[in-house]
Structures are given as C-alpha cells and as structure tokens.
C-alpha cells in the first residue's frame, strides 16, 4: 500500500492564483481530512469528509473548497489565493470517522507560500 | 470546548535519561486522547492512544503514555531516550460537539535528545 500520498510536496503561487492539492488514499478508508500546520499553532482541521459524497467544515474552511467523488481521492482547492494560506498542508485519513477513534494516517505534506 | 495543551514548546535531554513530555486536556465526557510524532520533513505518524482501560498505555518505538484523570494530564514518557528520538510531538484528543466528532491538537513539543 502507497497508504497517503499528496501532491505536490511544494508550491509557490501569486495573490489570487488557484490551485488544488491533491490527496489519494489506498486503504479504502472513509473518513479523510485536511489540516494546515503553522508554527506555533499546531494542526487545524479545514475540511473534512466522511465518506464519498459527503463533506463537511472543520475549524478553518474559509478560502478553500472540497469534494469526494471517490472513496480514494480528497482534493483541497485554494480558490483565491493569500499570504495567510502560507502554510504546510497535511491530507489524513482513517478507516471510520472519529467516533470510532480509528488511527489516523499522514500524508507528507505540502508545503505552500503564497507571495 | 475540548481542548489539549502541551505547556512546554521545547524539551531538552540526554540521550540514555528518561524523557517526558507533557499533555492536559479538558473534556466534557470521557476523554479520548492520542500521541502522533512527526520528524523532520515527514507527516505525523500515531504513537499510542488511550481510549480506556489500564492508565498507562504503550505505544510504538518504546514509548508510553500515563494517563491521570484527577489531572487531566497525558503525558508521553520514554524510559530511556535515543538521539533519534529528537522530533516534534502533538498530543491530541476526540472533540465532539452537536454530534460531530473531530480531532483537535496541541501546539507541539519539540524533543531534542543530545548525544
């Protein structure tokens, strides 16, 4: 199993530029997630989904989309992008949703500066 | 709202010493409580977690977790430290609010063992 992978590792884009961070999972788990790690503030949870076809807001959303058409993939887009996105961006995965206090799974990272 | 705290940013010790590294949380409920490490340039990866049961729990690469209700600590503990220890550590716990559960971490702990 490739387990979590992301792409890219690294990104620079312009104020205002769009781009989406792709996520893909290979252990068929349904509940996956995408954080932001800033220094001083650990993770915090921007999106999250439960399942194909069903996402959902985590603590900081605003300025960023997401879908599931698949149970494998979880894309994060940057619709205008801002220097406050300047961040590391960790998509997760685990087998069941939180309730169930599965393990989850990291991905490597993309590391994003927004000039 | 449910929340950990890691008080310290940065834990120095010896390579051969004990180390501990410190987590409260506050929960309503019954707490549900994670260790993740992350090394340098990598995604977090699970150490241990408490869920219930015995108060110390055992987690990988020799590490284990005291868990102490009266208070409301969580702490990392590792009887003998390695260089290769030396990474960042985020303690983490279940938050469920209105019926939706999601994670939410601490700030970090960078571990540094001197040789």
């Known amino acids: 199993n490739a387990g979590v992978t992301q792409t890219p590792k690294f990104q620079v884009l312009k104020t205002g530029q769009s781009m989406t961070l792709q996520c893909a999972q290979d252990?068929?788990?349904?509940?996956m997630s995408w954080y932001r790690q800033d220094p001083g503030m650990g993770l915090r949870l921007i999106h999250y989904s439960v399942g194909a076809g069903i996402t959902d807001q985590g603590e900081v959303p605003n300025g960023y989309n997401v879908s599931r058409s698949t149970t494998e993939d979880f894309p994060l887009r940057l619709l205008s992008a801002a220097p406050s996105q300047t961040s590391v961006y960790f998509c997760a995965s685990s087998y069941r949703a939180p309730f169930f206090t599965d393990t989850q799974y990291f991905g490597p990272g993309t590391r994003l500066t927004v000039l | 709202a449910q929340s950990v705290a890691q008080p310290e940013d940065q834990v120095n010790v010896a390579e051969g010493n004990p180390l501990t590294v410190k987590c409260t949380y506050s929960v309503s409920g019954n707490p549900y409580l994670f260790w993740y490490v992350q090394y340098p340039n990598r995604g977090l990866q699970f150490l241990l977690k408490y869920i219930t049961g015995d108060n110390l729990v055992k987690g990988s690469y020799g590490f284990e977790a005291e868990f102490n209700k009266s208070q409301t600590s969580f702490h990392l503990k590792k009887p003998s430290a390695l260089v290769s220890d030396s990474a960042l550590y985020f303690c983490a716990v279940r938050e469920s609010t209105s019926g939706t559960y999601k994670y939410i971490f601490g700030t970090g702990t960078r571990l540094k063992v001197l040789a």
């Open positions: 252990m068929n788990h349904e509940y």
